[in-house]
C-alpha cells in the first residue's frame, strides 16, 4: 500500500516558540523514522504528510494515500487529536487508529470516566471541576487532580495529591490557572499501578501484556508523573506482570478490554489501571493513540516484555486498520 504518515514533530513547535511541557505529547524524529523504516520492511511505499495544515494543503493539491499512518497529537482544543481523523473521513482515505468521536471523548477524562462508570466498569470516584469554589466531591480525601484533557502526565506532581478538602479549592486553582481548562477531581488510589497494552478492534481486540510500574527511591512518590516519565531510566522500573496467578493483573485485563470495546477504539493503544486499597483494581485512563517511540513508549516496552517485535507491532497496526479499506 502507499501509506502517508501524519505526525507532530516536536522540533518543529519548540522552533516556532512553544514550551517544552505544552509539546511534551509530540513526537520526535526517530519515531517517525522508526514507523516509515517498519512500513518499508513490511513493503509498503510511505510519504510522509506531517501535521494538520500540511494534510490541508496536500489534499487540496489532490493527494492521496491508501493508508494514512495517523499518530498527530494537534495543539489546540478538546478536539485536537480528532481534527486529522475527521479531515481523513471527509475525503474518504482510511487511517489507523480510533475515529473522531472516540478521540474526542477519550481526551476528556471525566466524560470517558462516565461512560465507563454508566458501562458498569469499575473507576474511582471522581468530580469535574470547572471553578475553584465548586471544589466540593462528594467523597471523602485524599484527593488526585489532574487537568481533564492532557496526556503524558502533564500536570501532575507531587501537589497532585491533596489530602485535606480545605486545600483542594487553591490546587485546584493552581491546575487551572496553568493549563486553562476543568480539574479532574478523583478518590486517590493508593495501590498497584498497571499500563496494559491492547491490539485490534472490536470483538478482535486482546491484550498483549501488561507491565506494572514501579516508582524508584529517586522518583516522586506514590504517582506516574511527568517527571517520573519524563526520567523514567533513572525513577521507574517496568516489570511484565501475568494474569495466571494474580489476581489483580487478571481484573485490570479484563477491565481494560472491556472499556476498550465499549469506547470503540481501534487498532491498538493502552489503559492504565491503578488498585484501590483493597488491591481492587480500577479503570483510570485510555489512551488511543499510544506513543510508539520504538524505546521509550510505554505499548513498545511491553511488546518487547512479550516477545513482539517493533516490526510486528506496526503490522498489526495496519493489518486492523486495512480491514476498514
Not at 494534510?55 to 478538546?78: H, P, S, T
Not at 475515529?99 to 473507576?123: C, E, F, N, Q
Not at 485524599?142 to 481533564?148: E, L
Not at 499510544?290 to 495496519?318: F, K, M, N, Q, W
Request: proline share 5%; aromatic share 8%.
Amino acid at each position: 500500500m502507499r501509506i502517508g504518515l501524519t505526525y507532530d514533530l516536536r522540533s518543529e513547535y519548540l522552533a516556532a516558540g512553544y514550551g517544552e511541557e505544552e509539546t511534551a505529547e509530540f513526537d520526535h524524529e526517530d519515531t517517525v523514522a522508526a514507523i516509515e523504516a517498519a512500513l518499508a520492511r513490511l513493503g509498503h511505499r510511505t510519504q510522509r504528510i506531517g501535521r494538520l495544515h500540511r494534510l490541508v494543503a496536500k489534499l487540496a493539491e489532490g493527494a492521496r494515500w491508501d493508508l494514512v499512518f495517523n499518530i498527530a497529537e494537534g495543539l489546540f482544543g478538546i478536539g485536537r487529536e480528532a481534527q486529522v481523523p475527521a479531515l481523513l473521513d471527509g475525503y474518504q482515505i482510511p487511517y489507523t487508529f480510533s475515529d473522531p468521536l472516540v478521540m474526542s471523548l477519550t481526551l476528556d477524562k471525566g466524560m470517558t470516566k462516565r461512560i465507563i462508570r454508566d458501562a458498569g466498569i469499575p473507576t474511582s470516584d471522581f468530580a469535574v471541576v470547572h471553578l475553584p469554589d465548586t471544589a466540593r466531591p462528594n467523597f471523602a480525601p485524599p484527593y488526585f487532580i489532574k487537568p481533564v484533557a492532557e496526556g503524558t502526565g502533564k500536570g501532575i506532581d507531587a501537589r497532585s495529591i491533596v489530602r485535606r478538602r480545605e486545600d483542594l479549592p487553591t490546587a485546584c486553582a493552581e491546575l487551572m490557572a496553568r493549563f486553562h481548562q476543568p480539574v479532574l477531581v478523583e478518590r486517590f488510589l493508593a495501590g498497584r499501578e498497571f499500563t496494559v497494552g491492547i491490539v485490534g478492534t472490536g470483538d478482535r481486540a486482546e491484550v498483549l501484556g501488561t507491565i506494572e510500574v514501579h516508582l524508584l527511591e529517586t522518583a516522586e512518590a506514590q504517582i506516574y508523573s511527568y517527571g517520573n516519565k519524563k526520567e523514567y531510566e533513572t525513577r521507574v522500573t517496568y516489570r511484565l506482570v501475568k494474569p495466571e496467578a494474580d489476581r489483580a493483573v487478571a481484573e485490570a485485563e479484563a477491565i481494560s478490554l472491556a472499556a476498550w470495546r465499549i469506547l470503540g477504539c481501534r487498532d491498538a493503544g493502552r489503559i492504565d489501571i491503578r488498585c484501590d486499597e483493597n488491591g481492587r483494581a480500577q479503570f483510570l485512563e485510555v489512551n488511543p493513540l499510544a506513543g510508539l517511540h520504538p524505546v521509550h513508549s510505554d505499548l513498545p516496552i511491553i511488546c518487547r516484555h512479550v516477545g513482539v517485535s517493533y516490526e510486528t507491532l506496526i503490522a498489526r497496526i495496519v493489518d486492523s486498520a486495512a480491514e476498514r479499506r
